[in-house]
């Protein structure tokens, strides 16, 4: 499809173990954006990249959380040693990258549900 | 820092009812104000945007307008159907930061509207 893909939908976990969330944005958007949606707080900046690099990691909440991105393209998500404060929605959004559209097209998101 | 503040939900409406949704921000600089909307099983998509002082964003019948005095931005429609009940997030963005259009959200009102 022509959309921001994201697996899995759901994923239901165990705490303590890690998991991966992957997000393939629209084609030839440069800009690559995660957020979290937790119950009753909206939605949380996380992470964007620019092509492959970071330079906003500034939402990650803790060292258990990275990102990375491959040929400018698909991006994952890791959790290591899950929570259960990171149960969440994780929402990935993409973009062109051009200055000054402001739009964002995010994908349906992966529930993550840690038990 | 930016921050968003938006009415709390839910709001339920009848058919044809007028709505309104209020929304007020604080941030630094001059930031660039979007309404976004989560439809049932879809991902958030953009809905209207301002990105000066008195502009009037507008799409689908909704308005709003960016008011720098009141630094607000609410989101209204004079006559509402089934098909707009959904999750509204107020949003805003400083697009100057080149290629990183990071938005900082809302907690989102999710408005049901009953026939």
């Known amino acids: 499809g022509a959309g921001v893909s994201q697996s899995p939908s759901n994923k239901v976990t165990e705490k303590g173990k890690d998991v991966e969330l992957r997000c393939d944005p629209i084609?030839?958007?440069?800009?690559l954006y995660w957020y979290r949606q937790s119950l009753g707080q909206g939605l949380e900046f996380l992470i964007y990249f620019q092509g492959n690099s970071a330079p906003d990691k500034s939402g990650l909440p803790s060292d258990r959380f990275s990102a990375e991105r491959t040929g400018g393209s698909v991006s994952t998500l890791t959790i290591q040693r899950t929570q259960q404060e990171d149960s969440a929605v994780y929402l990935c959004?993409?973009?062109?990258?051009?200055?000054?559209?402001?739009?964002?097209?995010f994908g349906e998101g992966s529930r993550l549900t840690v038990l | 820092g930016d921050s968003v503040t938006q009415m709390e939900g839910p709001v339920t409406l009848s058919e044809e009812a007028f709505l309104t949704i209020n929304c007020t921000y604080t941030?630094?600089?001059?930031?660039?104000l979007f309404w976004y909307v989560q439809y049932p099983g879809e991902g958030l998509q953009l809905l209207l945007k301002?990105?000066?002082?008195?502009d009037k964003g507008s799409n689908k019948g909704f308005e709003a307008t960016y008011r720098k005095e009141t630094t607000s931005f609410h989101l209204e429609k004079g006559s509402v159907q089934v098909s707009d009940s959904a999750v509204y997030f107020c949003?805003?963005?400083?697009?100057?930061?080149?290629?990183?259009?990071?938005?900082?959200f809302g907690t989102g009102t999710r408005l049901t509207i009953i026939p």
């Open positions: 949003a805003l963005s400083d697009l100057s930061n080149f290629g990183n259009e990071k938005l900082t």
């Open positions: 959004a993409s973009s062109p990258g051009r200055i000054g559209t402001g739009e964002l097209f």
């Open positions: 941030a630094t600089g001059y930031p660039s």
């Open positions: 084609s030839g958007h440069t800009a």
């Open positions: 301002a990105t000066k002082a008195d």
